[in-house]
């Protein structure tokens, strides 16, 4: 598809699992962000990648979040060992690049429940 | 750092009438840009409108426009003929511009106002 694709739509997991969250930008967008939205809040920002790298990295909120982008394309966001406060819906998107005013595309997000 | 306010977490619109959406944000650049949001029951952010700082002219898209007022440094959205599919959480965010010294682009996103519309 033309747009931004998000896997899974939802996740329910346990306690102490680990999870991945897959983004599949728009083909061609160099700039790939990730946000958390908890329930009722604005968007918070997670890290976003320029190409493969990932010069900002001070939104994600412990050492259990990591992120990964390879071949300029699919990023995969992968918390470990999971805990209730990682409930929420996160959200992806791309951009041209960075250094523009092009709006960002986003993804219909992966909603995360923690039991 | 920027800020961006929502000061009205939710609003409510008959359907065909017109509602206004504030948003204020704080910075000290000069080169910025502004956005509107729309984020429907679906969950997927849509971009409604855009505002570059350094345009007088105020956006317009259709129904939706914006009050840009730069020096008090406020970007409401307004929806003229307000329509049942108009009923979302809306997004204000702000970005620094290509030529901002020192800014940060990613953009800042305000809270969210969550409009109702009723037929």
């Known amino acids: 598809g033309a747009g931004v694709s998000q896997s899974p739509s939802n996740k329910v997991t346990e306690k102490g699992k680990d999870v991945e969250l897959r983004c599949d930008p728009i083909?061609?967008?160099?700039?790939l962000y990730w946000y958390r939205q908890s329930l009722g809040q604005g968007l918070e920002f997670l890290i976003y990648f320029q190409g493969n790298s990932a010069p900002d990295k001070s939104g994600l909120p412990s050492d259990r979040f990591s992120a990964e982008r390879t071949g300029g394309s699919v990023s995969t966001l992968t918390i470990q060992r999971t805990q209730q406060e990682d409930s929420a819906v996160y959200l992806c998107?791309?951009?041209?690049?960075?250094?523009?005013?092009?709006?960002?595309?986003f993804g219909d997000g992966t909603r995360l429940s923690i039991l | 750092a920027q800020t961006v306010t929502q000061s009205q977490p939710e609003m409510s619109v008959q359907e065909a009438e017109t509602v206004t959406l504030s948003c204020t944000y704080d910075?000290?650049?000069?080169?910025?840009?502004l956005f509107w949001y729309k984020q429907p029951p679906s969950r997927q952010m849509i971009l409604v409108i855009r505002?570059?700082?350094?345009?007088?002219q105020n956006a317009t898209e259709n129904r939706f426009s914006v009050n840009f007022q730069k020096a008090a440094k406020s970007f409401s959205l307004k929806i003229s003929d307000s329509q049942l599919g108009d009923a979302a959480m809306y997004f204000c965010a702000y970005r620094s511009g290509l030529h901002a010294s020192g800014g940060s682009y990613i953009p800042t996103f305000g809270r969210g106002t969550s409009l109702i519309v009723h037929p």
């Open positions: 505002q570059e700082a350094y345009k007088q």
């Open positions: 083909s061609g967008h160099t700039a």
């Open positions: 910075t000290s650049e000069s080169d910025y840009y």
């Open positions: 998107a791309s951009s041209a690049d960075t250094n523009s005013n092009q709006p960002q595309h």
